[in-house]
T-cell receptor, first 110, second 113 residues
Framework: DADVTQTPRNRITKTGKRIMLECSQT?????MYWYRQDPGLGLRLIYY???????NKGEISDGYSVSRQAQAKFSLSLESAIPNQTALYFC?????????FGPGTRLTVL | GENVEQHPSTLSVQEGDSAVIKCTYS??????FPWYKQELGKGPQLIID?????GEKKDQRIAVTLNKTAKHFSLHITETQPEDSAVYFC????????????FGKGTKLTVNP
């Protein structure tokens, strides 16, 4: 959905590097999410935020941190990347029944 | 916490046939069950959902059924078309809406022309 954008779309980095994935939305939604997708494992929730001052850990938050800079921006950081964080990362926004996903960021940690 | 199991992991059908994907959930408090379709290179997109006070919901060629007693729900696609080929995810939430969804592992559907 073009209303939810993610940058970068692809990133290759090395073990131990700090990396930030950014998400922006023009939908005006308060709720934003970060998911990780691995082959055969589906989508797993990393962090979610219901407004700028409300940030919550999801199922697999270890090794990740987030920042909600504004209603429209939600960033995911890997402080010290490791190879098993290689995955496809999705940002999403929601209003009640529907989550709207961005196009994803493919991250490779060597 | 909630656990959602999805079967099969892959499904291949001929164009025009029906496809059925099944999910089971563990938390009896779950009350919202959406289905998402993910096309290659894109993020998932909601295609249909059902709440626990409803047993069945239809939208053109797709339908979802829910059995609360057995804690399972299914996606039915009739008259499949090649453009239905995608990965489908079921999910469950006890929050009444799309907050804190727990997703199944996905089903890769291939519709052969």
């Amino acid at each position: 959905d073009a209303d939810v954008t993610q940058t970068p779309r692809n990133r290759i980095t090395k073990t131990g590097k700090r990396i930030m994935l950014e998400c922006s939305q023009t939908k005006g939604h308060d709720r934003m999410y970060w998911y990780r997708q691995d082959p055969g494992l589906g989508l797993r929730l990393i962090y979610y935020s219901f407004d700028v001052k409300d940030i919550n850990k999801g199922e697999i938050s270890d090794g990740y941190s987030v920042s909600r800079q504004a209603q429209a921006k939600f960033s995911l950081s890997l402080e010290s990347a490791i190879p098993n964080q290689t995955a496809l990362y999705f940002c999403a926004t929601s209003v009640w029944d529907t989550q709207y996903f961005g196009p994803g960021t493919r991250l490779t940690v060597l | 916490g909630e656990n959602v199991e999805q079967h099969p992991s892959t499904l291949s059908v001929q164009e025009g046939d029906s496809a059925v994907i099944k999910c089971t959930y563990s938390d009896s408090a779950s009350n919202y069950f959406p289905w998402y379709k993910q096309e290659l290179g894109k993020g998932p997109q909601l295609i249909i959902d059902i709440r626990s006070n409803v047993g069945e919901k239809k939208d053109q060629r797709i339908a979802v059924t829910l059995n609360k007693t057995a804690k399972h729900f299914s996606l039915h696609i009739t008259e499949t078309q090649p453009e239905d080929s995608a990965v489908y995810f079921c999910a469950a939430s006890s929050q009444g809406g799309s907050e804190k969804l727990v997703f199944g592992k996905g089903t890769k559907l291939t519709v052969n022309p």
